[in-house]
T-cell receptor, first 115, second 115 residues
């Protein structure tokens, strides 16, 4: 069975601080895909990034970066110099190549960036 | 982002009435999904479709049915709405290529209140 754990339920930071959102996953499959989605207060779910299990390169996109470590089954997300617009709920998700079509989500981390 | 629309965006209905939610996509994606999002439960898969007239159940399918007569449309029907089906419903689409798991893109959501 697949599982995604986001242990941080809520995080509050002050603008310009760096913040890391943790994601730990469980799967027995060797081929799988990891995702991060953002859900701002307006409610839509926005795709941020996809990573496959064979690509452990870290990814940077502007102020966002992702650290994928298979050794610790983690796919952490860091926001550098946070801004108020980063306030949202962030979801980590997993889908395996050989399993069902089900995308397994973590419970989400609510990030509040205060001015 | 995939061109995904959902209608209606908000609906209030009474217990026992049938309700149909529509998801429309313009990306010609093969896969379509219906999720519900509830506090404490995160996102849960209701039904999904892997092609026209090809559908299957997710983890919370009781009380729901779906139909897909065209690639672009995926309908979710609550046969006899109950208060426990008050939720935010998200449609998602994805397109697997060469056996690679697809990225799911989400629609804007429908807020349903069952009185």
């Amino acid at each position: 069975a697949q599982k995604v754990t986001q242990a941080q339920t809520e995080i509050s930071v002050v603008e310009k601080e760096d913040v890391t959102l943790d994601c730990v996953y469980e799967t027995r499959d060797t081929t799988y895909y990891l995702f991060w989605y953002k859900q701002p207060p307006s409610g839509e779910l926005v795709f941020l990034i996809r990573r496959n299990s064979f690509d452990e390169q870290n990814e940077i996109s502007g102020r966002y970066s992702w650290n994928f470590q298979k050794s610790t089954s983690s796919f952490n997300f860091t926001i550098t110099a946070s801004q108020v617009v980063d306030s949202a709920v962030y979801f980590c998700a997993l889908i395996t190549q050989g399993g069902s079509e089900k995308l397994v989500f973590g419970k989400g981390t609510k990030l509040t960036v205060n001015p | 982002d995939a061109g995904i629309t959902q209608s209606p965006r908000h609906k209030v209905t009474e217990t026992g009435t049938p309700v149909t939610l529509r998801c429309h996509q313009t990306e010609n994606h093969r896969y379509m999904y219906w999720y519900r999002q509830d506090p404490g439960h995160g996102l849960r898969l209701i039904h999904y479709s892997y092609g026209v007239k090809d559908t299957d159940k997710g983890e919370v399918s009781d009380g729901y049915s779906v139909s897909r007569s065209k690639t672009e449309d995926f309908l979710l029907t609550l046969e006899s709405a109950t208060s426990s089906q008050t939720s935010v419903y998200f449609c998602a689409t994805g397109d697997s290529g060469q056996g690679v798991r697809e990225t799911q893109y989400f629609g804007p959501g429908t807020r349903l209140l069952v009185l």
